[in-house]
């Protein structure tokens, strides 16, 4: 879903939205939800105190447990790092995005790939050997 929120206040209540409607839906059909806020939330700071509302918006939602809230942003940056480092981009999306996911996707998931932590590593030192220029080279 492609948001036209333009402030945390709106983005806030259309992600409710997103959370009760995938908490409903039949998850054979609905599994994931895509919550794309091209015009909310543009600076990674700003969002990343927002993923502190979402948490609380799942916790107050009763769905702790069944739904978790991924995230993925242009200027994603994680915690001790620099701003320009590659493992960043690991997270980086053209657009700012809560990604909603079914816990029980998530840990047949992992039953199917044990080593799933693996998975993140693998990303992150495939990055690392890219680096910035082989990462440009790609056109992402």
Same mark, same amino acid.
């Given at each position: 879903?492609?948001?036209d929120?333009?402030?945390?206040?709106?983005?806030?209540?259309?992600?409710?939205?997103?959370?009760?409607?995938?908490?409903?839906?039949?998850? !054979?059909?609905?599994?994931?939800?895509?919550?794309?806020?091209?015009?909310?939330?543009?600076?990674?700071?700003?969002?990343?105190?927002?993923?502190?509302?979402?948490?609380?918006?799942? #916790?107050?939602?009763g769905? !702790?447990g069944?739904i978790?809230?991924a995230?993925?942003?242009?200027d994603?940056?994680?915690?001790?790092?620099?701003?320009?480092?590659?493992?960043?981009?690991?997270?980086?999306?053209?657009?700012?995005?809560?990604?909603?996911?079914r #816990?029980a996707?998530?840990d047949?998931?992992?039953?199917?790939?044990?080593?799933?932590d693996?998975?993140? #590593?693998?990303?992150?030192?495939?990055?690392? !050997?890219?680096?910035? #220029?082989g990462?440009?080279?790609l056109?992402?």
């Amino acid at each position: 879903m492609v948001s036209d929120a333009r402030d945390p206040d709106a983005l806030l209540e259309e992600l409710g939205e997103c959370l009760r409607t995938l908490a409903q839906a039949d998850p !054979e059909q609905v599994d994931t939800v895509l919550l794309i806020h091209p015009w909310a939330l543009a600076d990674f700071y700003d969002y990343n105190e927002f993923l502190d509302e979402a948490d609380a918006a799942v #916790e107050v939602l009763g769905l !702790e447990g069944e739904i978790q809230v991924a995230s993925f942003h242009p200027d994603y940056q994680f915690a001790d790092t620099g701003a320009d480092d590659i493992e960043n981009y690991s997270n980086r999306s053209p657009y700012p995005t809560l990604h909603l996911l079914r #816990e029980a996707s998530v840990d047949k998931a992992v039953e199917a790939f044990p080593e799933a932590d693996s998975i993140y #590593e693998r990303n992150i030192e495939t990055l690392r !050997e890219l680096g910035h #220029e082989g990462w440009k080279k790609l056109g992402l």
